[in-house]
């Protein structure tokens, strides 16, 4: 069975980076999907935030182009969110997800605050 | 970006009913339309691809819809494990964009 799971720090101090790791297992992640970075932010608007596909290429909100990065290690199956100059209009929770949208990870929850 | 507007934003239901919750999107999206159902504390789960197409597991008393712009997502006989959150997702342009969601509550 496919399994994503998100880690990575829940506090992050404004204008800094917030840098989340989704691992993913049961699936290699350059076999043939694309693998999604999505946000639910309090109040629960949901936000696609971006992508990279099987053979590595990206695609991302144009809303977040400036500030956003998916990069991946396939030799650790994983794939990674980076994302510069964060606010508080950044705190939400973040998931990672296969690009059909049957398979997600848990969800981690980052806070930005000082 | 194309949007989808969803309503209703909440619904008190009784166990048993029929619910029917609605998108409109603000362009052509086809049939690239997904319903997820989030509970609290968990992640969304896929509930229909492709407008009408049930996914895994799902039960039978959930089916979707399309009516021109408008795609629905229809829970038949209400359970009480069907309380949540629902949101409709389309996916034919990118970016892919969410509806603002429905919190079904019971009466």
């Known amino acids: 069975e496919i399994q994503l799971q998100e880690s990575g720090p829940g506090l992050v101090k404004p204008s800094q980076s917030l840098s989340l790791t989704c691992s993913v297992t049961?699936?290699?992640?350059?076999?043939?999907?694309?693998w999604s970075w999505i946000r639910k932010f309090p109040g629960n608007k949901m936000e696609w935030m971006g992508y990279?596909?099987?053979?590595?290429?990206?695609d991302y909100n144009p809303s977040l182009e400036i500030r956003i990065s998916i990069t991946r290690d396939t030799s650790k199956n994983q794939f990674f969110l980076q994302l510069n100059s964060v606010t508080a209009e950044d705190t939400a929770t973040y998931y990672c997800?296969?690009?059909?949208?049957?398979?997600w990870g848990q969800g981690v929850m980052v806070t930005v605050s000082s | 970006d194309i949007q989808m507007t969803q309503s209703p934003s909440s619904m008190s239901v009784s166990l048993g009913d029929t619910v029917t919750i609605i998108c409109r999107a603000s362009?052509?999206?086809?049939?690239?339309v997904n319903w997820f159902q989030q509970k609290p504390g968990k992640s969304p789960r896929r509930m229909i691809y492709?407008?009408?197409n049930l996914a895994d597991g799902v039960p039978s008393r959930f089916s979707g819809s399309r009516s021109g712009s408008d795609y629905s997502l229809t829970i038949s006989s209400l359970e009480s494990e069907d309380v949540a959150d629902y949101y409709c997702?389309?996916?034919?342009?990118?970016?892919?964009?969410f509806g603002s969601g429905t919190k079904l509550e019971i009466k």
């Open positions: 362009q052509d999206v086809g049939l690239y």
């Open positions: 492709h407008t009408t």
């Open positions: 997702l389309q996916y034919d342009e990118y970016p892919p964009t």
């Open positions: 049961g699936y290699t992640i350059t076999s043939g999907s694309d």
């Open positions: 990279i596909s099987n053979s590595g290429d990206t």
């Open positions: 997800a296969r690009n059909y949208f049957d398979y």
